[in-house]
């Protein structure tokens, strides 16, 4: 009954855009340190490998220093390159 009831709330415009994206877009500094830093403290705190989580904030820092906006990779293949 709730997927009925709320599903025009939990739908995602395809159009939609993180404001990562924004600023990646924007060639300025990202919060990737922030939030998936945030995470990646938990996990190490846990002592819980956190591969995926490590791959995405290079990915992100590496777009950051290229200045060349977002690589606009899709969830496959940012997961591929860390089993690779």
Do not use: H, N, Y
């Amino acid at each position: 009954l709730f997927k009925f009831l709320a599903r025009r709330m939990l739908a995602i415009d395809p159009a939609a855009r993180s404001s990562m994206w924004d600023d990646l877009q924007r060639r300025r500094p990202t919060e990737i340190g922030e939030l998936q830093g945030a995470a990646l403290r938990l996990a190490e705190k846990a002592g819980t490998p956190a591969p995926l989580l490590k791959r995405v904030t290079a990915l992100v820092r590496a777009a950051e220093q290229e200045r060349s906006g977002s690589p606009c990779l899709t969830p496959e293949a940012v997961v591929a390159t860390v089993r690779s």
